[in-house]
């Protein structure tokens, strides 16, 4: 490569010192390079110009490529901050030490890692202090997330345990309340055919007073045709003469005139009920008679205080004093008039 420097050729004299064009010494052919030198005010020339040297900038770091990467690599081994010094924001540098050793061309001559070398021993201690920190955090990090993992299994766990025992005990309450339902209805069942039975039964005890009728007055109408204000019985219209029946088996304990009632039979029960019929055009039987459900106990007419031919029909349960509704009693015995 072709030198800028200028053109100057100068002359060797042997014996003789002499100089470059910068000015320094140069040795003739006969000089040794180790002669002793022995500076006098007459062999050190004042320096030529001002010379000064410049500053270099970071603190005075030598800039060699070999020294600067020696130092990166010390730094990053030490797991510290590699900072420059010229205001800027620190940046945090990482880099696990990997154990190097043998003929590794990444690993010094002794076999060190080169993340440690160029570092002090207080350097290496602090990058084994931050590596071994970092080994705990993360340790301390597993551990939390393996308890945390642990809680969410034993929390689903616990969950589906629960959910199965909701499941069982609603399965079992349905099948409770299902039995309890299909037991209801045929106890229901069994109750209806009872009662049916036992009105079928009762209908051939008891029977309607008259075979042809017609219902023109109910129990607890009100009016003027009746002294107590309201009517206490049941009438069966049908024409004069027509047959009235004993409604069921008992004993007649009245037959005979009885005011507003008119000619009046009288019929108890073998359970103490007393019938009460009434305007009879005629009375059949005496008192101290024992008839039999349909039998013939007299005729309907229009006697005592009436507007026409019917029969009046009273019902007083256990001999009692009150009256209740002859229909109602009727259809408790399989009768619907």
């Not at 040795?27 to 002793?36: I, S």
């Not at 900072?83 to 690993?107: E, N, R, Y």
């Not at 597993?142 to 005990?169: F, H, S, T, Y």
């Amino acid at each position: 490569m072709a030198s800028n420097r200028p053109a100057t050729q100068t002359q060797f004299v042997p014996g003789q010192r002499s100089t470059d064009t910068f000015g320094y010494d140069r040795l003739g052919p006969d000089e040794g390079p180790f002669e002793e030198w022995n500076p006098t005010a007459e062999t050190v020339r004042p320096p030529r110009g001002k010379h000064r040297v410049a500053k270099q900038r970071g603190g005075g770091l030598a800039r060699s490529s070999t020294v600067l990467g020696v130092g990166v690599i010390a730094a990053v081994g030490a797991g510290g901050i590699a900072t420059a010094q010229s205001g800027k924001a620190p940046v945090a540098i990482t880099m696990p030490d990997l154990p190097f050793s043998g003929d590794d061309s990444s690993a010094g001559d002794d076999g060190t890692a080169l993340s440690t070398m160029g570092a002090t021993t207080q350097e290496a201690a602090q990058g084994d202090a931050g590596e071994a920190l970092r080994n705990r955090i993360m340790a301390q990090a597993e551990l939390q997330q393996d308890q945390l993992d642990a809680k969410a299994a034993a929390d689903a766990a616990a969950a589906a345990e629960k959910a199965a025992a909701e499941a069982v005990a609603k399965a079992e309450k349905d099948a409770k309340a299902k039995a309890k339902a299909e037991k209801e209805a045929a106890e229901e069942k069994a109750r209806a055919k009872a009662e049916a039975e036992r009105l079928a039964k009762l209908a051939k005890q008891f029977t309607v007073p008259t075979s042809s009728y017609t219902i023109t007055s109910t129990f607890g109408e009100s009016g003027p045709y009746w002294s107590s204000g309201s009517h206490t019985g049941l009438d069966f219209a049908a024409p004069t003469g027509t047959p009235l029946k004993a409604v069921g088996t008992g004993t007649v304990t009245f037959a005979g005139w009885d005011g507003s009632y008119g000619y009046k039979t009288v019929l108890t029960l073998p359970d103490g009920t007393e019938l009460l019929f009434a305007h009879q055009s005629s009375i059949s039987v005496s008192v101290g008679q024992k008839v039999t459900t349909g039998e013939v106990i007299g005729r309907i007419g229009a006697t005592g205080n009436v507007t026409g031919s019917h029969t009046h029909m009273e019902v007083y349960p256990g001999g009692g004093s009150t009256a209740v509704d002859p229909m109602a009693w009727l259809r408790a015995r399989g009768v619907n008039p």
